[in-house]
């Protein structure tokens, strides 16, 4: 069982920035869009951000865009939030696109 881990997290505060990081091991990222997915208490998970394995034409969920910014190292990947909004309180997970990889989850929790 590939197992991704998410590294980052935390508590923030509204208006602030918080970073996440996401490791794939060895080659399973190779040739793999990674996302980043969330899922507040009571809601669905929903769909962030997507970066593919060349790191360009990026997507992002209407609600994070223009505040959230995603990126890749080869199997590293990174969520950078800024201007956070306690609506972005959720735990917060890894996958690789088409693959049943998850990472176990991080907590992100924003303070008003």
């Known amino acids: 069982q590939v197992q991704l881990v998410e590294l980052g997290g935390g508590l923030g505060q509204a208006g602030g920035s918080l970073r996440l990081s996401c490791v794939a091991p060895?080659?399973?990222?190779?040739?793999?869009?990674m996302e980043w997915y969330r899922q507040a208490p009571g809601k669905e998970r929903e769909f962030v951000a997507r970066?593919?394995?060349?790191?360009?034409n990026t997507y992002y969920a209407d609600s994070v865009k223009g505040r959230f910014t995603i990126s890749r190292d080869k199997n590293t990947g990174y969520l950078q939030m800024n201007s956070l909004k306690p609506a972005d309180t959720a735990t917060y997970y890894c996958?690789?696109?088409?693959?049943?990889?998850w990472g176990q989850g991080t907590q992100v929790t924003v303070s008003s």
């Open positions: 970066v593919p394995w060349s790191g360009d």
């Open positions: 060895g080659r399973t990222s190779n040739g793999r869009d």
């Open positions: 996958h690789l696109r088409l693959t049943n990889y």
